[in-house]
């Protein structure tokens, strides 16, 4: 069993674990429980009722948070010619072609996305095995693999961030700050639930979303009641 410190134990006292939170309240409580002087990220855990085994059961996908992540998001981009002009002027972080697949080979990995034009994906997919182990790969669904470098970097900017299950069936995704506003947390939440709910696996049978819970980066998890977030998200 994990040991906590101090800190996590006397926030930990300002939890229920028995109770399921109404969302603004569970909102505000989070930001009681960030008690460190850094901004901590605001995480979401989100228990649904699929089989991950199965592919058609697998849920991911992309969502634009109204309020943003409150992180600075480092951005890699595969490309060349007009298109690597049109990622620079769009504030992409890095821009390069087989001189950038050489400098991620070699141990480069200070970026949070890579995203790359169709062309260069056959370069880039010999890193597949760097990229792949950081969850870093380009990917169609989603939608880092595409000729709109301009969109999807501003997108990316401010605020669009991608969900999927892992194998556990739960989606796990840091989507706030502390800092944020009661509204502004439940408000990027929403967002996030809408999305989910959106990709729900055709003809599923049962609960889909059965559980989820928000937690400071270095705090309790605080369970919130699906029902009433729902409601908002809807």
């Given at each position: 069993?994990?040991?906590?410190?101090?800190?996590?134990?006397?926030?930990?006292?300002?939890?229920?674990?028995?109770?399921?939170?109404?969302?603004?309240?569970?909102?505000?409580?989070?930001?009681?429980?960030?008690?460190?002087?850094?901004?901590?990220?605001?995480?979401?855990?989100?228990?649904?009722?699929?089989?991950?085994?199965?592919?058609?059961?697998?849920?991911?996908?992309?969502?634009?948070?109204?309020?943003?992540?409150?992180?600075?998001?480092?951005?890699?981009?595969?490309?060349?010619?007009?298109?690597?002009?049109?990622?620079?002027?769009?504030?992409?972080?890095?821009?390069?072609?087989?001189?950038?697949?050489?400098?991620?080979?070699?141990?480069?990995?200070d970026f949070d996305v890579a995203i790359?034009?169709?062309?260069?994906?056959?370069?880039?997919?010999?890193?597949?095995?760097?990229?792949?182990?950081?969850?870093?790969?380009?990917?169609?669904?989603?939608?880092?693999?595409?000729?709109?470098?301009?969109?999807?970097?501003?997108?990316?900017?401010?605020?669009?961030?991608?969900?999927?299950?892992?194998?556990?069936?739960?989606?796990?995704?840091?989507?706030?700050?502390a800092s944020f506003t009661e509204e502004?947390?439940?408000?990027?939440?929403?967002?996030?639930?809408?999305?989910?709910?959106?990709?729900?696996?055709?003809?599923?049978?049962?609960?889909?979303?059965?559980?989820?819970?928000i937690s400071a980066s270095m705090g309790?998890?605080?369970?919130?009641?699906?029902?009433?977030?729902?409601?908002?998200?809807?």
């Open positions: 069993m994990a040991k906590h410190g101090k800190r996590y134990i006397e926030a930990a006292k300002m939890v229920d674990p028995e109770k399921e939170y109404a969302p603004l309240e569970a909102a505000a409580l989070v930001k009681k429980t960030a008690t460190t002087k850094f901004d901590q990220t605001v995480e979401v855990h989100i228990r649904l009722g699929v089989d991950p085994r199965q592919s058609e059961e697998a849920v991911r996908g992309t969502v634009g948070l109204p309020h943003g992540t409150g992180k600075r998001v480092r951005i890699a981009v595969f490309a060349q010619g007009e298109k690597a002009l049109e990622a620079t002027k769009a504030g992409a972080d890095e821009v390069g072609a087989a001189d950038l697949v050489a400098k991620i080979d070699g141990g480069w990995l790359s034009t169709p062309d260069l994906m056959g370069q880039v997919g010999k890193l597949g095995k760097v990229l792949g182990r950081k969850g870093l790969m380009p990917n169609p669904k989603a939608g880092t693999i595409t000729m709109d470098l301009a969109r999807t970097i501003s997108e990316l900017k401010s605020g669009r961030v991608e969900f999927k299950l892992d194998k556990s069936a739960i989606i796990h995704l840091g989507f706030a700050k502004q947390i439940i408000g990027n939440l929403s967002a996030l639930l809408e999305a989910i709910s959106r990709a729900k696996p055709t003809g599923l049978k049962g609960t889909y979303i059965k559980g989820v819970s309790p998890g605080i369970a919130i009641d699906v029902p009433a977030l729902l409601a908002v998200a809807s």
